[in-house]
């Protein structure tokens, strides 16, 4: 961009020097510790980059071979398959629908009962991970979890026994307030006089949602969807309450990275699944903004 | 079709407003009846009451003879028209017309005939595959009105359905309004806080205020004979004038003039409030006297303000070309009969 077309942007009057002066240590940060192990992980993935031996110190250029090795590996498509799981289960079924529910039913609550509600699902979101993650490790724990003592039953180990159902319930729960609290604003836009016309003319609670409250709030559930989804794919909690056991069988792809990278040392093999997972996430956005556009 | 009976009717807002407060009221079959009253007089909440979208707190609706009063919504046989006619954006007009139908799943065949039949008769047939926001606020109006006819409801209630125009539609809307619900017959409620709208439109016409109706009847009898003070200042395209007096000999003294008043065997000396519409006052030799200090002119007519002795203010509206100069003085009469005798403590008409 030459000078010139710098000076008619320049809408603030800022002048060019002193606006980049302000934007630049966040540029700065941004390209530090974003960018550049962004462009980092992609280069180590093309090398056999390890932790611990030679590689470590001398790691050797090795093309696409980190890359062609996961199509070979079945630990990584069972990754990939528990991951497809996990964000089926619990973003795009339960987090959307739970929320949406609790957004709609909560609507004609009463202020009290509405305030309380909201104030119990947002906790379950704002508190740190590792608190979360002990505490439901507490609930499931075989002996002496809460769930356990509730149901009289001291023989299930929940986690063990059923790791993803247990990390599907986990996140849904985790992650319903982003969905409630964006489906109530979006509720808030539908003009209440179409909702009391489909009331007077008879229509079923379902009717109403279906007809005339969907095609209202059509686009926030695909921008709610693409969110939940990718914050989903990535999400490392399920490390803290299973770590990917057992023996594999709640290893969703952030973990089983992880699991690559510090416990295997992998460096090289564990940096081209990240960037497997960044393509996932990218193909599954443009999905998302495809039926965004085509329905707008 | 039906008649509607209200008996004891309460709505009560959880704040504890009582925007409905022990009404009785029957409206007859094929009626075409007018709810009015200024904004918060409770007129909006019993329509919605009566829609039962608004929980009634004690009293009884029944529609055609039947007590709907705990009724849904949906299974009262209602079919209402919002403010702001509530079209589904997303649908076309032959879709949100034939709405009601889908919702009974009806058959593709049955919705399509119900869009065809009813748009014909409102003069939409051009525009069925149109979505609202293609169309003119009238037409717009007018598909709400195909969507509530569609459902063949017993009962047809709008909220303001004419506020929502620019003043010229307004007018046509009016007129094609009445026509709509002569030709259907259908028992039709409708709210406004618009005099002229509900002295045009209706049958008969309650004129509510808190929650209460302060008169029933005809256009004619509400705006010949206000039932009190309250009502008589409401109705009229300008203000009757209200002027406060003393009863003597079968006269009334009201800002320094003696009018001939109603016989009503009055004690002498008894407080009233005379009220007068000023279509109905024209200059006269006798009656009151006062200097003319404003003339707005309203087309035809002009209204003329007089200043009378003890600062009171009198309206009177004379003929085009007979304007009075502002400054001169004025001497103007009750036509005969004309004069409407308040008790001045209760505002009840005499």
Redo the contacts between chains.
Sequence with gaps: MSAATNRTRDTSGLGVARAVAFVSPALLLIGLFLVFPALWTIYIGLTNYTLTGPASVAPAFVGLENFLGALDDALFGNALWLTLVFVLGSAVLGQNLLGFGLAWVLRSAKPVVRRVVEALVLLAWILPSVVVAYLWTAVLDRDGGTLNALLGNESTAWLVEYPMASLIVFNTWRGTAFSMMLYSSALAAV?P??L?????????GW?TVR??VF??IRGHVLTNTLLISLWTANDFTPFLLTAGGPNHESETLPVFIYQQAITNGELGYSAAISFLLLIVNLVVALLYLLLLRRRS | MAAIELTGLSTVYPNGVRAVDDLDLSIDDGEFFALLGPSGCGKTTLLRTI???ERSSSGTISLGGGDVTRTD???RG???V?????????MTVAQNIA??L???RASKQAQQDAASTTSAGLGLAELLERRPAQLSGGQQQRVALA?AIA?EAQVLLLDEPLSNLDARLRLEARTFLKRLQRELGLTTVFVTHDQAEALALADRIAVMADGRIRQLGTPKDVFQRPADTFVANFIGSTPMNLLTGTAHDGFVEVAGARLASPDLSLADGTKVVAGIRPEYLAPAAEGITGTVSIVENLGVTSLVTLECPGDVLVGLTVPEHEEPRVGTAMTAAPAPGRLLVYDAETTRLL
């Design positions: 003009p006089s179409q009391e016309t489909a009331r007077t003319v008879g229509a079923s009717q007809d005339i095609p209202h | 829609a039962g979208l919504v949906g299974k209602v079919a209402m919002f403010q702001d006619y509530a079209l589904f954006p997303h709405y009601p889908r919702v009974r969507r459902m």
